[in-house]
């Protein structure tokens, strides 16, 4: 195997890993929790509040903030991939459009 091979399968695997371990923690309550009270525009009192009427303990404003700043990243990672995969878009389409038109 030659080392370019060697670096391609690290970071597969590390590509892989990356992914998994992401897929396994969109799955946790509590980034579930905190996500639903980002929606509807609650805080961590507000899910707190909910939790111990279902008599769960909450999680103090420290996690609740991780989270929520760990959402705000994928949201934002999300929109500038989309954002730059629309510019993409209209700019290939301009191209085929004056392609035709010439």
Known sequence: ???????????????????YLSILYLFQINLRAVWGQV????????????LSTLGMEGMTSTTFTQIEE?????????????????????KFYRQLYEMATT
């Open 1 to 19: 195997m030659s080392a370019q091979q060697c670096d391609i399968n690290k970071l597969h695997i590390l590509f892989t890993c990356k992914l």
């Open 39 to 50: 929606v509807v525009g609650g805080g961590c009192q507000n899910l707190n509040e909910q």
């Open 70 to 90: 760990e959402i705000g990243n994928y949201w934002k990672k999300a929109c500038i991939t989309q954002i730059i995969l629309s510019y993409l878009f209209i």
